[in-house]
């Protein structure tokens, strides 16, 4: 709760302070997306082209232990990062697109699918939510809102899956493809399922009050955006677990450093999230709504992270945001001088006289 208060509180100054440039809201919910450029539909397969050519199709199709490849790594984390927004990417480009474009992201579509699969993780069963997530982004029609909640019911469905893969002696999409068609799903432990979300509260508790000290110099390595290797995080990393399976959470960390941690890192990032509420805004204004819904992808993953997992996972969607937003600033200043360019030389010539002969 006291996370919370300070988090509010940073985001009320962030809204404070752009209250000089107000974002007009719309007048009713709906929308007509524009569609999407086919440079995106190819580099949605960038993350799934990576994964395989990395270690291969084989582990993919059956292994014999849980975790393989570079899954840990700082590339690995990325990836993993990018597949979640990606799912919502193409649920965006099938709303939106057509014939063979359609078709493509569908392959896309599938081959992700698979390849979550396979890893046996909770994103798995997160996929339907996400691509209705993006068809709805894509237009705020009835079809798409029910498409919503029924994606949300499959989640919820999906949900006991990946503890099933997990438990299997082999892994991979052969062996938890036999587990998926001997599911029971009237049977189905969903109370665990939803345990293992819920779990979050008292692991921050325990990450807070009982788990290994953490300081200030944790806390700044965790915040490093370099890799984990440069930033001798890996040299801290297993005294930031509660046990071999668990890390601590990002919120209990900082209450583990002390109330000063508390209140000066969320705080700050507390003015984050409101810049970037800001930017949700007026993406949706503009009618920049797939901007708009990465954007709100990547804080939610950021707020399901810090209740689960290390504060140095956590933060880094903050500091892929800020690149990601910084790049784009960029080059809208880029094409906005460059038609600024085009009009004054246009002016130019059409105030230019040629002197007439005799």
Request: net charge positive; charged share 10%.
């Amino acid at each position: 709760m006291s996370a919370a208060v300070v988090i509010m509180t940073g985001v009320a100054t962030a809204t404070a302070l752009n209250r000089r440039d107000p974002v007009a809201r719309p007048a009713k919910l709906s929308w007509t997306a524009p569609r999407a450029h086919p440079v995106v539909l190819a580099l949605t397969a960038l993350p799934l082209v990576y994964s395989v050519a990395t270690v291969g199709i084989e582990p993919f199709v059956r292994r014999a232990s849980y975790l393989f490849g570079e899954q840990g790594s700082f590339a690995s984390s990325v990836v993993t990062q990018l597949t979640t927004l990606v799912i919502v990417v193409l649920g965006y480009i099938v709303a939106r697109a057509s014939g063979g474009t359609r078709f493509v992201a569908i392959l896309i579509l599938l081959g992700y699918v698979l390849m979550i699969g396979s890893y046996g993780s909770r994103r798995f069963a997160l996929i339907p939510v996400l691509f209705a997530l993006g068809v709805f982004l894509a237009g705020n029609t009835r079809w798409a809102r029910w498409g919503l909640l029924l994606g949300a019911v499959v989640t919820f469905l999906l949900l006991p899956l990946p503890l099933d893969f997990r438990s299997s002696p082999t892994h991979g999409i052969a062996p938890y493809t036999s587990i998926l068609m001997s599911h029971d799903w009237f049977r189905a432990d969903y109370l665990s399922a939803l345990n293992n979300i819920f779990i979050s509260f008292p692991i921050i508790g325990q990450s807070a009050y009982g788990g290994a000290p953490v300081g200030w110099g944790d806390i700044a390595v965790s915040l490093n955006p370099i890799p984990g290797d440069a930033a001798g995080f890996y040299d801290i990393s297993q005294r930031l677990r509660l046990n071999a399976y668990t890390p601590m959470a990002g919120i209990g960390e900082l209450g583990n450093v002390g109330w000063d941690a508390v209140v000066i890192i969320l705080g700050g990032v507390g003015v984050l999230l409101g810049y970037f509420e800001n930017i949700i805004r007026r993406g949706v204004v503009d009618g920049r709504l797939l901007y708009a819904g990465l954007i709100m992808g990547f804080v939610v993953l950021f707020a399901l992270q810090m209740t689960q997992y290390n504060l140095r996972l956590a933060s880094r969607l903050l500091v892929y945001l800020m690149v990601v937003e910084l790049v784009r600033r960029g080059l809208a200043l880029l094409a906005r001088s460059q038609r600024t360019g085009l009009r004054n030389g246009r002016a130019g010539r059409g105030l230019t006289s040629t002197p007439r002969a005799g």
